[in-house]
């Protein structure tokens, strides 16, 4: 299953025309943190620094698997660090809260190989506890987990008029394949954090089963469109493998300048580069 992340703005809007008529799921950001303008109501994002970034290596096992790195209070209190001077959007007459202020009653989900520890619903659960528990029950940094949703739907520094009636219910682009549509049984913040923590964990227990895998030669596409030209990669972990197979795009070398083209998709640079500049090892 393909996931969908970052890309341009004309991949956006025509991934924008196919949420909107089946009623669910939405489009990340087109352009990386650094190219864009912040208003007035919005706190103001970070520049983007892609150096030294590594196509076959920009993030280890290591990092990937240690959910210890961060407790709830920790996670809320980043949210809230990051949020600061956030105010409430909406949008399609709906109002979409702040991540921080961001809460719902949660549901239930068994325990498995993958997330032996399964999902306790709650009421009113935050943002910050479902980060939590997800991260801990299939053994995923949450911190992956929190760059994830700032480079699908910019939910960490999102504000006002930056927020839209999908931002929530796709928020991780889990189960939103490229040129298709998201499937509805997986919309809603609590489902996306989760299945998006429990297919990472599926990556670490079944890396057989996917097509990146850590130290086999393979020829990944820079983008979607067909116009779009390939590089060969060889993943040296596994934990860049399972990027690419969340999102089997490569930067391309404009991306990687600040200076993309319709064949620049940002998504794994910016796990780098948001990695670096928020949790540096």
């Given at each position: 299953?393909t996931k969908?992340?970052?890309?341009?703005?004309?991949?956006?809007?025509?991934?924008?025309?196919?949420?909107?008529?089946m009623?669910?799921?939405?489009?990340?950001?087109?352009?990386?943190?650094a190219?864009?303008?912040?208003?007035?109501?919005?706190?103001?994002?970070?520049?983007?620094?892609?150096?030294?970034?590594?196509?076959?290596?920009?993030?280890s096992?290591?990092?990937?698997?240690?959910?210890k790195?961060?407790?709830?209070?920790?996670?809320?209190?980043?949210?809230?660090?990051?949020?600061?001077?956030?105010?409430?959007?909406?949008?399609?007459d709906?109002?979409?809260?702040?991540?921080?202020?961001?809460?719902?009653?949660?549901?239930?989900?068994?325990?498995d190989?993958y997330?032996?520890?399964?999902?306790?619903?709650?009421?009113?659960?935050?943002?910050?506890?479902?980060?939590?528990?997800?991260?801990?029950?299939?053994?995923?940094?949450?911190?992956?987990?929190?760059?994830?949703?700032?480079?699908?739907?910019?939910?960490?520094?999102?504000?006002?008029?930056?927020f839209?009636?999908f931002?929530?219910?796709?928020?991780?682009?889990?189960?939103?394949p490229?040129?298709?549509t998201?499937?509805?049984?997986?919309a809603?913040?609590?489902?996306?954090?989760?299945?998006?923590?429990?297919?990472?964990?599926?990556?670490?227990i079944k890396?057989?089963?996917?097509?990146?895998?850590?130290?086999?030669?393979?020829?990944?596409?820079?983008?979607p469109?067909?116009?779009?030209?390939?590089?060969e990669?060889?993943p040296?972990?596994?934990?860049t493998a399972?990027?690419?197979?969340?999102?089997?795009?490569?930067?391309n070398?404009?991306?990687?300048?600040?200076?993309?083209?319709?064949?620049?998709?940002?998504?794994?640079?910016?796990?780098?580069?948001?990695?670096?500049?928020w949790?540096?090892?």
């Open positions: 299953m969908r992340f970052t890309r341009t703005r004309a991949l956006v809007t025509a991934c924008l025309a196919v949420a909107s008529a009623g669910i799921g939405g489009c990340g950001q087109a352009e990386p943190e190219a864009q303008t912040p208003t007035s109501e919005a706190p103001r994002g970070i520049p983007l620094d892609y150096t030294g970034f590594d196509p076959e290596n920009f993030i096992d290591q990092v990937l698997d240690d959910s790195t961060m407790t709830d209070a920790q996670i809320a209190a980043f949210i809230a660090e990051k949020g600061e001077g956030c105010h409430a959007g909406r949008a399609n709906q109002d979409i809260p702040c991540l921080k202020d961001f809460s719902v009653v949660t549901e239930s989900y068994a325990g190989e997330c032996p520890w399964g999902y306790q619903g709650g009421e009113e659960e935050s943002a910050a506890q479902i980060i939590g528990q997800a991260a801990r029950s299939c053994g995923v940094n949450p911190q992956v987990l929190l760059v994830t949703l700032q480079k699908e739907q910019g939910l960490i520094y999102a504000s006002g008029g930056d839209q009636w931002s929530y219910p796709s928020a991780m682009g889990y189960a939103c490229d040129n298709s998201c499937d509805p049984d997986y809603g913040f609590q489902r996306q954090v989760y299945y998006a923590a429990r297919q990472f964990a599926i990556y670490r890396p057989e089963r996917y097509r990146f895998q850590a130290g086999r030669r393979v020829e990944a596409r820079y983008a469109a067909q116009e779009c030209t390939t590089t990669i060889t040296a972990n596994r934990a399972s990027m690419y197979n969340y999102t089997p795009y490569v930067p070398r404009g991306a990687l300048k600040g200076r993309g083209d319709d064949c620049s998709v940002y998504g794994n640079a910016n796990v780098y580069a948001y990695m670096r500049a949790f540096p090892q």
